[in-house]
């Protein structure tokens, strides 16, 4: 559907130029691909473990039950303590761990004292621990994660929604545009924080994580797609006038085809600018959400949860703040650049013919 | 002339817009329940009786604790104010009915009123509060109480025999939508005899070891006030702030709903003079201000907001206010530890019978074993607090001597997993049947503050193949999920008051947990509902415990008692569905130096250091720290550590 036509390539050599905008985008695009592959990089179990001429890859698999190492408990392995095992047997058994060999659900407690601890390397907590002796990386890591594809899903849906009703408000107009805007002004004005104290009252506790988290974005989505509309709404009304639709509707294009094929391109511009604002501000609502206590349940690790953590523990244990705020601050400019980026290529404005 | 006109109607009009409230209170039509209670006092005339003084049994031993020692200190000085967290606003000045059970109700009851006599908390004997003196006769199984002529309610009124009387109507109507005053005051006593004006006589079913403390602790109720009292008794009083016997009321001026509570010191009390009172309550204005963030009450305290902050917590005690810490170092804020002997709040996993697989025996005592509190206890608590035993722990020879709670252990805990029928990891280690039913349930609480012991419980529990699912909920959501009984597993304890034995009929009786738990054959009932607002969390029905219950109640030898008391915690630690947590055998306080306290600082009984209002603000001594806090000038560092009451390990 969008093939990159010359006009796009412009833009797209445009964006290149601006450096801070498209070095901005190579950083995130990285940390992106490292992130889905953080259970390699940060993760109690290890990567590969060569054990009585056999290999393991733990990571992705079942759980490994200690025995099969010829250890005497049937819980998960121990990975870090199976690696110090091999290292006294003198055996030729060998682990290799991950860069960071723990998960952020961990207690690891140095003197057998949970407290937070500051940074150490040599124990390889390179950010510390929290206040239950947790890696406090580990849970950065994973919670950034979450946070990401929280805000990338919410855009994706916001956008589903807003560019459907947005262009069919406009394409159509009339009593249709009419009716659909009252709806929305009304719809809009539902305090979107109480829908989310509510329907997290009445969610049952049995219902899993991962459950609770699309139902988080179910929520936060049925509250936000009302602003796109507005913009798609007046940008296809302005379409709609050209000679190319009129011309389109003469040669007997379907109502669909004129609104996707052919004017959806020409306001593509539009959206694409508000992405990257879309997904700092679904990363601020979701880390503000944990703030509150509203988010994801207890113990998913979160950004909300740490800074909540961090400004509960400001003076004892300043690494969890520092923490938790470098990392947002970070990614928040980062997707800002890309998104400043974005806009300063696909102005219109550069190109039209009414300069 | 026109002046003044137009100055009234703006008055008038001012007044209009505050009085909004006040209207809505007003709204209610009137009524005088006076006929009603009279008519309720003949029909029952044989609880609510009258008597002469010549019917005075003639070999009464009065007692009136005259003896025993002041409560608090004569250095004690009047006055300043006081800033204390509350951790929600009431919702409610009820002190009875639904909510009103809150964190408030201590201020304008519990900690703050007078009954007829209180335990001193050193010694556990009584000294008079609104009796003068009071006599037990074990025949009639009664207890005298002549009542101290000079006491008023805070709105003047005396208090008489007759505000007795009513209080046993109150609690017994079912206006006040509360079973468990209902229950108790109808079952726990026989009768209320009015001899005169200031002598009555009330009556006990059985007499127990403690005769005297089912009546001497009674608190009444003014007659005068509760008048109004009807079907709309929730709505009607929702607001209304009670005349009281304490020494602090409440104007409707200082309830800024959602922000803070003032309490005013009444200059007028009744008891500022009397003996064991006088040196109490010396604050002339609690300012209550509503901080909900735990973590934002510790700042408030630093920034001197609030005066006194709670260090039970290792994390308080020994990262965030150490020694090192400015404030302390310089003497500003002093830091009190008190080793206490009471009953122990039980802290612990109530599991809820009624829930499929939790109503599994094997279940429960897997659950037993996979719970690691003894890790919690060394490595979050550092090893301050104790594991607790049982459900009844600190009521000497009452509380079991032997039980001991079942430890850590991940071999018998598959054991009894096993016996239920999870036999197998799944594929993230979580014990599974072979339908595929996992071993998960969800652990609720209302404790914020806690919540990470629920995740190292969570962690540990992992290890055994039980999934706990944590679910942290605001202090009053949460205590609505079990009151519910909503819940799989909640964490959580009761606040148990000084009593010399246990109760077991609120949390272990078969009442309390379904609505008919027995059939008449004896049999379960295959129909019952579990029962809400009720403190039976384990929604426990064994019909062998009910019928110790009663004994017990009815029992008068402290030794069969305990006896009794020992064999139904045998019954309920094999039936284990409560995981003794943890205690804590102290209390531990940071106070800047302004409030000062009495030399030995609390009592061997206390549950805390406000308990009994003994300490004081000290104005000049504020005035005096706040100037060394500007000028950088410091004090000697004060931390005192009172162990004398200090239990064996």
Known sequence: MFNFNPQTQKKLARFRKIKLGYYSFIVLSLMLALLSVAELLVNSRALVVQYEGALYFPTYTEFHPGTEFGLDYTYETNYRDLAAHFDQTDSSNWVLMPLVPYNPYENDATDSIMRPEAPNAARQHYLGTDTTSRDILARLVYGTRTALLFAFAFMVSVYMIGIVVGCAMGYFGGLFDLGFQRIIEIWSNIPFLYMVIIVFSVIPAE???PARITLLLLVMVLFSWTSMTYYMRTETYKEKSRDYVAAARVIGASTQRIMFTHILPNVLSTLVTFMPFTIVSAIAAITALDFLGFGLPVPTPSLGELLKQGTANLRTAPWIVTAAFGTLVLILSLVTFIGEAIRESFDPKQFTLYR | MTMNRFALTLTTLILMGCGSDQDATEAFPSIDNTAEVMAFYETHADFFRAGSIDDLPEDLVWEDGADLPEVGSPNAKKGGTEYVRLADFPRTLRTVGPDSNGSFRPWILDSTSMALAHRHPDTLDYFPGLALRWAVDVDSKSVFVELDPKATWSDGVPITADDYRFTFWFFRTRYITAPWYNNWYESQYTGITKYSDHLISISIPELKPDTDSKVLELRPLPQHFYKEVGDDFLERYQWRFAPTTAAYILKDEDLKKGRSVRLTRDQNWWAADKKHWRYRFNVDNIHLLVIRDNAKVFEAFKRGDIDQFGLNLAEYWYEKLPETDPDVAAGYIERKWFFNERPRPPYGLWINTHQPLLN????????????????????????????????????GRYSHPDIKAREFDIERAAAYFKAAGFNQRGPDGIL???????????????????????????????????????????????????????????????????????RFWETFHSDNAYDKAFLDTGAINPDRKPKSQTNNLETLAIQQMDEWILQYRTESSSDEMVTLAHQMSELHHDYASFVPGFYSGFFRL????????????????????????????????????????????????????????????
């Open chain 1, 207 to 209: 219902a899993s994580i």
């Open chain 2, 360 to 395: 599994d025996q094997n279940i429960r005592l897997g659950i037993q074993h996979a719970t690691n509190w003894q890790l919690v206890i060394d490595q979050f608590f550092r090893g301050d607090y104790s594991r607790l035993k049982t459900a009844n722990d600190g009521y």
């Open chain 2, 432 to 502: 599974q049947r072979a339908d595929g039913t996992r071993l998960a349930f969800t652990v609720s609480s209302g404790y914020e503050a806690l919540k990470d012991v629920l995740t190292i419980l969570k962690e540990e529990a992992a290890k055994a193949g039980l999934e706990f699912r944590v679910e942290v909920l605001d202090a009053t959501a949460g205590w609505k999920k079990v009151q519910e009984k909503q819940h799989d597993i909640h964490f959580s304890a009761f606040g148990y008051s000084l009593e010399l034995y246990p």
């Open chain 2, 590 to 649: 940071g106070h800047w130096r302004w409030i000062r306290y009495p030399e030995n600082f609390s009592y061997k009984h206390a549950s805390g250091s406000q308990e009994y209002f003994v300490h004081w603000v000290d104005e000049a001594v504020k005035t005096e720290t706040l100037e060394a806090k500007d000028s950088e000038k410091t004090f000697a560092v004060q931390l005192q550590i009172f162990d004398q009451h200090r239990e064996a390990p």
